[in-house]
């Protein structure tokens, strides 16, 4: 019998894609399936954006680049950065991944051992727990609550700290909540943070592009108290639909970012060399598919909370950032994994069970409002009819 290392009996995974596997092999049964599970949008990459790839790769660009990424789309990143958030940030510090979960990788992996504590979201992205228990490093779930609106507590979060204490993960917008956190909560935590001058930062920010309701993205780049050990995961992976380019960057200060470069030879030697020309394309290029995208998100969001809040025992606050709904389902008596399971078996539609982004999803589903309107309200009556028809067990 083969031998593996027991860290390998730690390591979760994100269950959105085995549900997804679920519902496709529904779908060649000849189900018909309304998605509303898997963080993807549902338009195509812009097609500038294609353009930029295919001339790339027309143009001789098939071989490897740096490790971290060609310096005309580091640049890029930096100067779109300092662009929208008025922060200055050098082309020497920008690793281009394949990516964001890369970024995640390597922080937690620069932090967690055994002994060490890493504080993250829950509920919150479920590949962050995963590789904190990976590494040996004890898992710190700071409590992301309905009644803040799916924003975190800065309070809270300082009072989790402890000696032990290595990385804090945050997320805002945020997977799976759509909780944005205002400024004054970030202003709190980031002078909270003073206290622990060894404490490092990752700010995943891929949804920063999605914020609703007139709310202001807050950069976590903004804050010079903490520059020197905050690491920023982001990408084009749901502002430009490229999710299956694979490709992201991060920002890592001093000299975590020859840590990084060095995993990064070690694990995937460079990014795919047109991914990045079109990157490049997609920062430097026209926006208005992204404002276009957005506001029909927009649209798509009010529907979907409007919907939900009509169920019978689901309510569901409103969503700020991202394209996700949370809504709470405890009043119908369901567990939510069960109900999940259910919906998908007996209606076609696929949800995420809030426990598959930690303890204290219990209680709530995720949908991804990436699906047509029409789809949205097809699913909700589904829903609505099937709850008011079937009890819990």
Known sequence: MLKTIAAFDRIGEENAFAVLARANALAAQGRDIISLGIGQPDFRTPDFIVEAAVKALRDGHHGYTAANGILPLRE????????????????????????????????????????AEIMYPDPGFPIYRSMIEYTGATPVPVPIREENGFAFSAEETLKLITPKTRLIIVNSPANPTGGVTPKSEVDKLVAGLEKWPDVAIMSDEIYDHMVYDGEKHVCLLSYPSIRDRLILLNGWSKTYAMTGWRLGYAIFPGKLYDYARKLAVNLHSCVNASAQYA???????????????????????????????????????????????????????????????????????????????????????????????????????????????????
């Open 76 to 115: 890029a990143v930096a100067a779109n950065l300092n662009k929208r958030y008025g922060v200055e940030v050098s082309p020497e510090s920008v690793m281009i991944m394949p990516g964001g979960k890369p970024t995640m990788f390597m922080s937690i992996l620069m932090f967690g051992e055994p002994g």
């Open 279 to 393: 990157g490049l394309a997609a920062l430097t290029g026209p926006q208005d598919e992204v404002v276009k995208m957005i506001a029909e998100f927009d649209k798509r969001r009010k529907v979907v909370v409007d919907g939900l809040n009509k169920l019978p025992g689901v309510s569901c606050i409103t969503p700020k950032g991202a394209f996700y709904a949370f809504p709470n389902i405890k009043r119908t008596g369901w567990k939510a994994k069960e109900l999940a399971t259910t919906l998908l078996n007996e209606t076609g539609v696929v949800t995420i069970g809030g426990p598959d982004f930690g303890i204290l999803g219990e209680g709530y589903l995720r949908l991804s409002y990436a699906n047509s309107t029409e789809n949205i309200l097809k699913a909700l009556d589904r829903m609505g009819d099937f709850l008011s028809k079937k009890k819990a067990a």
